[in-house]
């Protein structure tokens, strides 16, 4: 009984209404005799009379309208093909003519606003090595170290020129922007006249100095107003008289093939602050 039980479970979860073993089942219920008799042929449908079908015919003849053919249709033609023909379009007029006049005139008038120019980033320091100053470059903007590689190269060209190599310090370094509240210029043309301001008033408070070191691009540039042209060249600056410009430590550094050139215009430029010296 419990197989017959979960055999119709089966059949149920399967969805199978009514099934046909194909042979006898162990533990099954017996089967019912109507439904294994083989299924009879559907008995086939008398065929009407010939009375009847003649009738049905006639009737349909006499209610069916007589046949006619379609008239015929001429042959349609399609239209010619008209040639288009383009208008030209009258120029605008009247108000809207008198707008576009007046936009193009005021377009034309109104000049282009210049861009605000950003300003220019560095940092520089004066020092003081014997008879010439040095307003050298900072490359990572901070205060030059004994342990420095740019300060130890610094202090090979100040030996190789003749100069003592301790440079001292003048004043606090320079940096640009000023950072300062309020509407400053911050611009190039007010770098350039903060910088030549400030190394003319340390100037005149030391001794004498007979040639200017500007050492690195932004010295060359806002106190010299000089370029990389510029570099090993002797350059004079109205009031803070003869400077030489070098290129800077950390360029030196990098591209070690210019020490050459920068010690042939040693050679030639060397001549002032030693004469300065000696006497």
């Known amino acids: 009984m419990i197989e ?107 000049p282009a606003q210049p861009q605000p120019i950003a300003p220019p980033r560095f940092a520089l320091q004066l020092l003081r090595a014997g008879a010439c100053a040095v307003l050298v470059e900072l490359p990572n903007g901070e205060p030059l170290q004994g342990r420095d590689p740019a300060y130890l190269l610094l202090k090979d060209l100040l030996r190789a020129a003749g100069l003592p190599d301790s440079p001292q310090l003048i004043g606090e370094p320079v940096r640009w922007p000023l950072l300062v509240r309020g509407q400053m210029d911050q611009g190039p043309e007010a770098a350039r006249d903060f910088l030549q301001t400030f190394v003319g008033a340390r100037l005149e408070e030391q001794a004498p100095c007979s040639c200017l070191w500007l050492v690195g691009l932004p010295a060359i540039r806002f106190a010299g107003e000089g370029d990389e042209q510029s570099y090993n060249r002797e350059l004079q600056i109205e009031g803070l008289g003869a400077a030489w410009a070098l290129p800077g430590l950390e360029l030196l550094m990098d591209e070690p093939e210019r020490k050459r050139s920068l010690w042939q215009a040693m050679q030639r430029v060397r001549q002032r602050w030693l004469n300065t010296s000696e006497s």
């Not at 559907?42 to 009379?49: G, I, Q």
């Not at 042959?75 to 208008?87: D, S, Y």
Request: no cysteine; aromatic share 4%; hydrophobic share 45%.
């Open 4 to 110: 017959e039980v979960r055999r119709r479970a089966y059949l149920a979860a399967m969805q199978v209404a009514s099934w046909l073993p194909r042979v006898e089942l162990p533990f099954a219920a017996p089967s019912r005799p109507e439904l294994l008799q083989p299924l009879s042929a559907p008995e086939p449908e008398p065929a009407p009379a010939p009375e009847v079908v003649a009738s049905v015919a006639k009737a349909v003849a006499e209610d069916a309208p007589a046949y006619q053919a379609p008239p015929a249709q001429a042959p349609v033609v399609p239209p010619a093909t008209r040639p288009k023909i383009e208008v030209p379009r009258p120029a605008p007029q009247g108000r809207m003519a008198k707008t576009e006049a007046v936009e193009e005139a005021t377009e034309a008038a109104v």
